[in-house]
C-alpha cells in the first residue's frame, strides 16, 4: 500500500459514500504499522464535518480500541461518545424503513418485509455497507457500556443492543449466501478451476534466524502459505448458512459454491468478522448463560466461526491467501481475531484451537507490518506458547519499542514479560514488571500491587511487600457489577497474608500457575528452578520432594512413618501452626503440575534438540501423581484455599490424559463438575471457591478434547 494517502473527494455526498475506502483502509494499515496518531489524524482531517460513513466507523473503531486499553473512565466515556456518533451517522445512510402499513403487508408477501433478504437485496451497495457500518457501531457501543457501565441494568440493556447487532449480522449473512448459491449455479464451470489449489512459491521462511531443524511446528511451513492472484477466483468454500448453522459442524456440505464478485470484499469481510465473531463469543459461553441465550434462537458453532475468519484472508484448506490488493478492509482485524483465538484464549479451550495455522497468519501479517505492536504481540505469544520465553521477551521489547503514541500499548508488553519472567523463574525481573503496571496501567492495579507483592514476598523482602498487600483490596474494580475473578483470588491471598503475620507459601509461583506461566516454561527451568525451590518450601513443612527416598505425607495423617516423609522432632508444631494443611496442600499441588510438565510438556511447545532432563517421563509421571495424591488426602483440613483441591483433580485428569488413561482423566473431570464439596463435607465451605468459573471452563474443555482425541 502507498505511503501517500489518497484523495478523499470534496464535498462528501452520501450516494458515493464508498469512495472513501481507500482512504480508511489506508488509515487502518498506518494504525497497524504503529502510527497511530497518523491514522487518527487523517481520519479527522478527511471528515471534519463528521458526517463520512466510513471515517465515522474507522474514527468510532480507533477510540474504542484506545478506550478499552487505558480502562480510564474519561477514555471509555470519549469512546462511547464517538461510537454513538458513528452509529448516528451509520443510519442517515440505512435504507429507510417502509411504513406501518407496509411493514404490516411484510407478514403477508415475503418481498415487503424489512427482516428477510429480499430487504437486504432492494438495498443499494451504499446503504448495505450503512447497514453493515450501524451493527459494528451498535456493537462496539455495546461492549464499551458494558465496561464502563458498573451495574446490571446497563448490562442487560447492552446485551440486548449485541441482540440487534447479532441479528443484523445474521441477515448480512443470509443474503450473501443467497447471491452466492445463484452464482454457483449459473457459473458451474468454475466450480472445477478452483477445485484444486494452484501452488505458487512460498511467500517468506520463518523469521526466526535459525529455526530448530528439529522443529516440525515452524513458524510457517514452507508450503502452507501460498498467495493467490488478484483475477484467480475466490476461495472455494461450501455452503452453508452463515446464519445458522447445523449442530452438527462436520457435516457435509450440500453443493459447493463460488463467492459471486457481485459483493465486494470490503462488505464481504465485515460479514465474516461480525458473523465469525458471533460465532465464537456464542461457542465460549458457559452452559448456563449459553442455555438462556438459545432460547432466542442463537447458537454458536466454533468451527465455522473459525472458518469465517478464515474467508477474509484465505487461510482455509486450500491454502490461497489473499492478497492486499484484493482484501477487504477488514481482512488484518479477521486476522488479528484469529490470532487472539488461537494464542490467547487457547488457555482456556481446546477445541479449534490451531497453533500451526495461527503462526501462518502471524507471520504474513509480520511481512507486511513489520514494526506493529499488535503483530509483535503475538509473535511474543507465540512463542511463550512454545515454551520460550526468552524469546518472547525479545518480541514484547520489540512491541515496546515499535510506537510511543499510545503508552497504554506498552502495559500490554509489560504484563506479558511480567509472565514471562515468572515462566523463567527470574522473580526479580517479574516483580519489576509488576511495578511498572502497577505505576501507570490502569485496567487491573489490584492484580498488578499483588504481583510485585507476590514478588517480593517470595523473594524474602517482607517489608515492601506487606505495603503493597494492605493496598490490593482497595484497588479492586468491577464490570457490569461484578467482581473481576482474578481480583477476588489476589485479595484473598493478600487478606491470607497479612493475617499469617507476613507469610506466604511461594506466592510467585502460585501466580506462575494461575497465568499458565509454569505450563510454558522450559523444563530445564522447571527441573533447576521451580521444583529445588518447592523443596525448599516443602522442608520447612517438614516434608521432602516427591522424587525424594521419603514418602509423601506426615505420620499421624493416615500414612505410616515410612509413607509420611515426615521429618521427626518437628511434626506436631508444625501442624499447630495456622494455615498448615493449606501450605501442605499448596506445595504438592504446584509440585504436581511442575512434574506433570516434565514428564508431559505442552502439546504445543518447541523442545531444544539438545535438551537434558535428569527424569524419565515415566518417573516424573510417577511424581507427579503422588503429589496430587497427596493433595486429595489433606484436602479436607484446608482451612481458606479449597480451590486448590479441584485444581487438583483438573490436573491431575490432563495427567492421566496424557498417559493414556482416558477413563480415569473424565472421571477426575467429571468430579470438577459435579458441584459436589471435593475437599470438605457438605457444610465445610461456604459458596465459591477462588477461580471456579475459569475451572468450569477449562474442564468442560478438557472434556470435549478428549471426546476429540487431541492432547490436553
Known sequence: MSNSPPPVNNPYDPANALDDIPGLHWALNEFLQSRMHESERFCEQSDPEKQRLYFATGLGLIQCVKGLMSFEDKDLLAAINHTKHGIAVASAHRKRPSSFAGRLAGYIVPSLSTSGTEWIAGMTPVERHAELAYAESLYQKSLLGIVYSGDWLAFIREVLNMRTTISIYRQLGKWIETVDAAYAIAHPELLAAISTPNPTPDIGTDIEETPPESSTTSFASANSSSVVPSPSPPEHTSTRDLTSPPSNATSSPTHPYLPSPSIDPHFRSGVYLGLGMSHLVLSMMPGKLLALVELFGYKGDRKFGLELLERAGGWGANGRVVEMEAEGVRRAICDMSLLIFHLVLSAFTFEGVDVRKAARVLEWNLKRYPNGVFFLFGAGRLALIRSQPSKALVYYARAAQAQTQYKNLHHISWWESAVACLGLWRVADSRS?????????????????????????????????????ERVQGLRQKIAGKSIPVEKFVARKARKYLAQSDRLLLPALELAYVFHAIAHAPRKVIVREMIPALGGALDELGLVLSSGSEGLVLSGSGGSANESGAKKGKDKKLELRSGYWDDVCLARFLEGVCWRFVAYPDPDAELEPDEKIPFSPEDARTYSERAFRAVFEHGPNIELDHYIVYYAHFEYGRLLARSGDKDGAKTQFDLVMSGKPLEVNAVGRKGKYSLENALHMRTNAALEALDQHRLL
Open 433 to 469: 514488571w509488576w511495578g511498572k503496571l502497577g505505576g501507570e496501567a490502569t485496567w487491573s492495579k489490584a492484580t498488578y500491587t499483588y504481583g510485585e507483592a507476590a514478588c517480593l514476598a517470595t523473594l524474602g523482602e517482607h517489608t515492601e511487600a506487606k505495603k503493597l498487600m
